[in-house]
């Protein structure tokens, strides 16, 4: 039984190094307001809960050594990498969404601090990602993305380095649909500003002595929050509706 102790934990930490990677990037376990030891003790138990159906597709417990174990946990790495961070780029869609909508009421000046990634952003940025992730947990998405993680050994299996093209495939598809998705999301403010900007342009023409720029900002502030008050619900839905079918190609729904 002695002999056989060093290929478990072997196969355990190959395990571990794609769950506990994607679980570090996971939207609302990996943010930095999250202690380090809940997002390891959540990486060890879902670890030791995948672990037998993972087990198996390792082969022999004997072979786990030496250069074998390093380029599997190095693969292991990239894959975690890979999926966590294409889902981080579907979740950054809200804060690029706020950052469009707070240039287009001019808020771009109000900044707080990111508690997802530190820095400063802004301040209907970071309101929309709490939101985001808030729904997220609201919503049971983050079970699909467990589900997902267990059905990714499906489609990539721990056998070895995978091709760099396909990461790199799956990591701008990720970027364009949350770009795509931040367009859509801010939609309405942007053809609120240039309706908006417009009217300001022909109103400064047919009266060139108004101040147009102290009666913009208000105006623009005042009309752009009614508007996101009005429209939030239906921003929110489009952004979960589209992050679960993202989530949902991995596990083949």
Do not use: C, W
């Amino acid at each position: 039984m002695n002999l056989l102790l060093p290929g478990i934990a072997s196969a355990y930490l190959i395990t571990f190094a794609r769950v506990g990677t994607l679980i570090m990037l996971m939207p609302g376990v990996g943010e930095q307001m999250v202690s380090p030891r809940m997002r390891l003790a959540f990486a060890l138990l879902t670890t030791l809960v995948l672990f037998p159906s993972v087990r198996p597709l390792l082969g022999g417990t004997e072979g786990l050594a030496g250069p074998r174990l390093i380029g599997l946990l190095f693969a292991e790495t990239i894959v975690g990498l890979v999926l966590g961070l294409s889902v981080r780029m579907v979740l950054a869609a809200l804060q690029t969404a706020g950052l469009i909508i707070s240039q287009q009421l001019g808020l771009a000046y109000a900044m707080t601090v990111d508690p997802s990634y530190g820095g400063q952003q802004a301040a209907l940025g970071n309101f929309l990602s709490l939101l985001g992730v808030t729904l997220i947990f609201a919503a049971d998405l983050h079970h699909l993305a467990i589900e997902g993680l267990a059905q990714s050994y499906v489609v990539l299996p721990p056998d070895g380095v995978p091709a760099f093209s396909d990461a790199l495939m799956l990591a701008l598809k990720a970027l364009t649909r949350g770009f795509t998705l931040a367009v859509q999301i801010s939609g309405p403010f942007i053809a609120f500003g240039l309706l908006f900007n417009l009217g300001l342009g022909v109103l400064s023409r047919l009266m060139p002595q108004l101040q147009v720029f102290f009666l913009a900002v208000p105006a623009s502030v005042l009309v752009g929050m009614l508007i996101l008050m009005g429209s939030l619900g239906v921003m929110m839905g489009v952004f979960l509706d589209d992050l679960g079918r993202y989530l949902g190609e991995f596990v083949g729904r």
